[in-house]
């Protein structure tokens, strides 16, 4: 199995291996660290050049009390919330269901359909620009709302996500389902006392992936919203430079509010995570 553990390593790629991870962590950490140092300091602070030094007095309670007071920060933050929500809870149902169908089902056409999932995902989704608008405006009343980001998400990240329930569903024993039908239990009982409590870790790691996908979505936010009533926190802070536009310590301090639900969100829900990604990888 690739890559092997490093315990069985060689001493001298176990140093190397000691040596390297503090210091490409400190290297991958070390922007995130700026921007927090940043939004604890105060605009003079800024204006006399002090980039990278410890901040002159602490101004953290303050720019964050500014950043939801003075900008509708707070309204872009509850915009995430009620877009990522749905989108997610959507997006498992969906990928669940077809997942299961594709996995333990045997009908003509399943080849193909899995096709077209797996094909999906390789489409470029800066081409589907357009199109969606143009759908999001003339046939579905959406364009300009909070829907037309949930449609959207749930519906484009549908097909990477029942890829990935399809293969874990796949993976379970045949006969356990078989005897579950022979006691009479129902394809639904089936799938809903049976299955998903087998495939929860997978589930766990799905939510976070996909939290973060859609948390963090830039692109179609400017794409599909325009106002501020349904703008999501990451294309409200590029909304809000225009105000803050030499207020890089508020600039900052909206940065880090904007990334802190989705690494809570990972850290609350790592081991699950962790043993989703692993389900499967060592066989007895």
């Not at 872009?76 to 009620?82: A, G, I, Q, T, W």
């Not at 959507?90 to 009908?107: D, M």
């Not at 976070?208 to 996908?213: A, K, M, P």
């Not at 989705?262 to 990604?277: D, K």
Request: glycine letters at 6%.
């Amino acid at each position: 199995m690739f890559p092997r553990p490093i315990q069985t390593a060689s001493p001298g790629a176990q140093t190397l291996y000691r040596i390297a991870l503090p210091v490409s962590l400190v290297i991958w950490l070390l922007p995130l660290l700026a921007i927090f140092l940043t939004s604890a300091r105060s605009a003079q602070d800024l204006a006399a050049g002090n980039y990278w030094g410890w901040p002159h007095g602490t101004h953290l309670v303050g720019n964050y009390e500014a950043v939801f007071t003075s900008s509708p920060m707070g309204r872009y933050l509850l915009n995430s919330v009620e877009i990522t929500l749905p989108a997610v809870a959507a997006t498992l149902i969906l990928s669940t269901l077809a997942g299961f169908g594709l996995a333990k089902y045997r009908f003509p056409g399943n080849t193909a359909v899995l096709a077209i999932f797996i094909a999906g995902n390789f489409v470029p989704f800066q081409i589907l620009m357009i199109p969606v608008r143009d759908l999001m405006i003339h046939v579905f009343p959406l364009y300009d709302t909070i829907w037309a980001l949930v449609v959207f998400h749930a519906a484009f990240q549908t097909g990477f996500c029942t890829l990935f329930m399809r293969n874990f569903i796949r993976e379970l024993p045949d006969s356990l389902i078989e005897a579950s039908r022979m006691d009479g239990a129902g394809e639904f009982s089936v799938f809903r006392l049976i299955v998903l409590p087998l495939i929860r870790p997978a589930l766990a790691a799905l939510a976070v992936l996909e939290f973060t996908f859609i948390w963090n979505d830039y692109f179609w936010a400017l794409v599909l919203v325009q106002s501020d009533s349904a703008r999501p926190i990451t294309a409200g802070l590029q909304a809000l430079q225009g105000m803050w536009l030499a207020s890089w310590q508020l600039m900052s301090a909206g940065a880090i509010v904007a990334a802190t639900p989705s690494v809570a969100i990972f850290f609350l829900m790592q081991r699950h995570f962790i043993s989703g990604l692993t389900l499967g990888a060592v066989k007895e």
